[in-house]
């Protein structure tokens, strides 16, 4: 099963790795939630791996650029939280549907 990537945590090793390689210092969470400086800090790691030759920022910088969509995307709930908002948010404690037993 595939899982969604963790924009937070590819942000993370994306700061450190921009920081320690190109002295560029970067908001974190920004870049984990706003989709227009992602692909500016996308756009600004691989211009530098092109002309100082850090090619290790690419697969990040690739890895966010694939988050990006994600952004801002509430998480999707399970059809047991789903059920159990339903039934706690019942009327009078009728927990059946309709009124029908």
């Known amino acids: 099963m595939s899982t969604a990537p963790d924009p937070f945590a590819i942000?993370?090793?994306l700061h450190v790795l921009l920081r320690r390689?190109?002295?560029?210092?970067?908001?974190?969470?920004?870049?984990?939630t706003n989709?227009?400086?992602?692909?500016?800090i996308v756009?600004?790691?691989r211009?530098?791996?092109a002309s100082d030759g850090?090619?290790?920022l690419l697969p990040w910088a690739e890895k966010?650029?694939?988050a990006i969509p994600t952004m801002g995307v509430a998480p999707r709930k399970t059809l047991l939280d789903?059920?159990?908002?339903?039934?706690?948010?019942a009327p009078d404690g009728n927990h059946y549907v309709g009124g029908l037993r």
């Open 54 to 56: 850090h090619e290790e």
């Open 64 to 66: 966010l650029e694939a």
């Open 11 to 13: 942000a993370a090793h």
């Open 43 to 45: 756009r600004h790691a």
């Open 47 to 49: 211009e530098k791996a």
């Open 82 to 89: 789903v059920a159990a908002d339903a039934l706690r948010k």
């Open 21 to 32: 390689k190109t002295g560029r210092v970067t908001d974190t969470e920004w870049m984990a």
């Open 35 to 40: 989709a227009d400086y992602a692909r500016e």
